[in-house]
Structures are given as structure tokens and as C-alpha cells.
Nanobody
Framework: QVQLKESGGGLVQAGGSLRLSCAASGRTFSSYAMGWFRQAPGKEREFVAAITRSGGTTEYADSMKGRFTISRDNAKNTVYLQMNSLKPEDTAVYYC????????????????????WGQGTQVTVSS
């Protein structure tokens, strides 16, 4: 199991930017595909973005394409989510997740594929 801790959330005005970080500890970070999910009050958790073990391939939810960028630094055991052009509807708790895999080109996009989760970080976008 890998332990995950998110940081970088906060309050931002619409149109602004935030960069979330997720630091991993425990098992070998590069053995995990990584993802970000979010959950708004009263709504189900939804997929945001994911990245392969090496960082060579990424996937995004349609509503995040062009605004959000996922990246990782395996030397620092950290995955990032750069969020630009934020909207009030982006307000949610953002969760980092890890999926152990042997495959370098595997990009998980559903919650059951991820075995480890962080505690979440709150992002609030004001109008």
C-alpha cells in the first residue's frame, strides 16, 4: 500500500488557478498509475484525471480537458494537478488515488481501479 497526502487546496476566485500536489510514501511510487477525483456536496465522486506510471499518457474528464493538467515527478514521489480557468462548479474535495499496475501504459479512470486514496483537499471557487 502507498500512503497519499494532498495539499494545495484553498479558496480562489472564478477564472483563477490552483496547483494541487499529492505526496506518496511507502511502496515504489513509479509502480503506480495515479489519478485525481473530486466530490462536491451532495454529488457522487467523479473522475478528474489520470496518468500512467511513467507520465507518458494522461486522461481527463471531458469537462476538465483544456483547463486541468495532471503531471508527476517520480523522483519526488509526487503527482500534481494544475487547475486553470476555475469555475464555481469546480468546487469540491479533490482526492488523489493510486493504482498499482505492472503495465506502463495503463490509465485507470474509475474508482474501483484505485486501491489507495488520500484524505482529500478542499477547493472552493467563488463567483
Amino acid at each position: 500500500q502507498v500512503q497519499l497526502k494532498e495539499s494545495g487546496g484553498g479558496l480562489v476566485q472564478a477564472g483563477g488557478s490552483l496547483r494541487l500536489s499529492c505526496a506518496a510514501s511507502g511502496r515504489t511510487f513509479s509502480s503506480y498509475a495515479m489519478g485525481w477525483f473530486r466530490q462536491a456536496p451532495g454529488k457522487e465522486r467523479e473522475f478528474v484525471a489520470a496518468i500512467t506510471r511513467s507520465g507518458g499518457t494522461t486522461e481527463y474528464a471531458d469537462s476538465m480537458k483544456g483547463r486541468f493538467t495532471i503531471s508527476r515527478d517520480n523522483a519526488k514521489n509526487t503527482v500534481y494537478l494544475q487547475m486553470n480557468s476555475l469555475k464555481p462548479e469546480d468546487t469540491a474535495v479533490y482526492y488523489c488515488a493510486a493504482a498499482g499496475t505492472y503495465y506502463y501504459d495503463y490509465v485507470p479512470t474509475t474508482s474501483p481501479e484505485f486501491g489507495s486514496w488520500g484524505q482529500g483537499t478542499q477547493v472552493t471557487v467563488s463567483s
